[in-house]
């Protein structure tokens, strides 16, 4: 195992415990501060489309959008639920 693999491991407790501090922080700011807890949940976005080998600077909105208007099924579903919940949400996430 190379030095970065270990490294990688090392983060492992660190990367275990983040999810749990960032929703009781979402939790929290929903309350005290809505525009962080909107932050937050974008976070949480990008790093599901990371982990779906999507871009990470990329919501799984837009990258919805771009496989729809691609004529990719799960872009036209996806955006389709997301877009019954906000209207051209899709649109909108990517921009235009």
Not at 14 to 41: E, M
Not at 44 to 50: H, S
Request: overall charge positive.
């Amino acid at each position: 195992m190379t030095g970065s693999r270990l490294a990688l491991l090392a983060l492992l407790p660190v990367l275990a415990l983040a999810p749990l501090v960032a929703l009781a922080r979402y939790l929290w700011s929903i309350l005290a501060n809505p525009g962080k807890a909107w932050r937050i949940a974008v976070g949480f976005d990008q790093l599901v489309n990371v982990a779906a080998n999507g871009h990470e600077d990329e919501t799984i909105s837009s990258r919805a959008a771009r496989a729809r208007d691609g004529g990719r099924r799960w872009g036209c579903l996806l955006c389709r639920l997301l877009d019954a919940l906000d209207p051209g949400h899709c649109d909108k996430s990517r921009g235009t």
